[in-house]
């Protein structure tokens, strides 16, 4: 596996690998990140081209409150597993080869950015959408590949690149989990015994409220017990909602999409299904 830590470096050993299909990352890397970069191998396959990952704890998208130096980090353990699952190409920018000092430019998305993850933490998504459009750019990525888990950002950065026709396919990947139904995050190493006991209950609450919801019961209904049930065990809810897939907004009719952002102690727990 080829590694480049500087922006000429990355071009001239992309340049020798053709096609590229891209995961975006910020280390400490689990399964579902590896399920990621099993799917770009299909994808690079296809384009007789190649793999490349991105290990880049992006500042620009965390507050000022928010845990960027407690943010994991396994830079030998993450190239690691980036070889052993076939990765070709490992890009490794530093912050100030991401954001030069002089720099003044980013990118703010409307439409799906709003609300929800975009009103908890706001600027989140406008550093989310500078850093992708950034690698994207920098690796000439034909396609980049997303957990589902991350659904608003998902869509934020499809928004993004059919605004501004960037020629990279955004790929979105099913959410993997644990045996108990927990989505897979980087986060969930600092929940405390009792809490990763408890954790799962956030997948189970939006699996019985779609359940409900497909068996005819009212939205506002199924969602308001699902609400109760987390509050009531201990979880402190930034939202639940039914949202349309694609536009995030708010909705009473199905399809739709399930989202859920729920603290417990200091772990900040997303996750969604379809419904």
């Not at 990621?36 to 000022?64: D, T, Y």
């Not at 799962?200 to 005819?216: C, E, I, N, S, T």
Request: charge should be neutral.
């Amino acid at each position: 596996m080829r590694i480049a830590r500087d922006l000429p470096t990355l071009r001239a050993e992309a340049a020798k690998l053709g096609p590229i299909a891209l995961v975006p990352t910020m280390g400490a890397l689990h399964a579902g990140h590896i399920s990621l970069v099993a799917a770009a191998r299909r994808e690079a396959a296809a384009m007789r081209g190649a793999v490349a990952a991105s290990i880049f704890v992006n500042p620009l998208q965390f507050g000022p409150n928010e845990d960027l130096s407690r943010y994991p980090r396994d830079e030998a353990g993450d190239l690691a597993a980036l070889e052993a699952a076939g990765c070709d190409l490992a890009w490794l920018p530093g912050v100030e080869a991401m954001y030069p000092p002089d720099r003044a430019t980013a990118i703010e998305v409307e439409g799906p950015s709003a609300g929800w993850e975009g009103a908890a933490r706001p600027g989140h998504f406008r550093g989310v959408a500078t850093v992708c459009a950034k690698l994207f750019l920098q690796t000439g990525a034909r396609v980049a590949l997303f957990g589902e888990k991350d659904w608003q950002q998902l869509q934020v950065v499809r928004r993004m690149v059919a605004d501004l026709d960037i020629p990279t396919r955004i790929i979105g990947c099913p959410t993997v989990r644990e045996a108990d139904g927990l989505a897979m995050s980087s986060r969930n190493r600092f929940l405390a015994p009792a809490e990763r006991a408890l954790a799962p209950r956030v997948h189970a609450a939006l699996r019985d409220a779609a359940q409900g919801m497909a068996a005819g019961r009212p939205a506002a209904a199924a969602l308001g017990d699902a609400r109760a049930g987390l509050a009531a065990e201990g979880f402190v809810l930034d939202y639940l909602a039914l949202v349309e897939p694609e536009t995030l907004r708010e909705t009473a009719a199905l399809p739709g999409r399930l989202i859920v952002a729920a603290r417990l102690g200091s772990v900040r727990l997303l996750d969604n299904i379809a419904a």
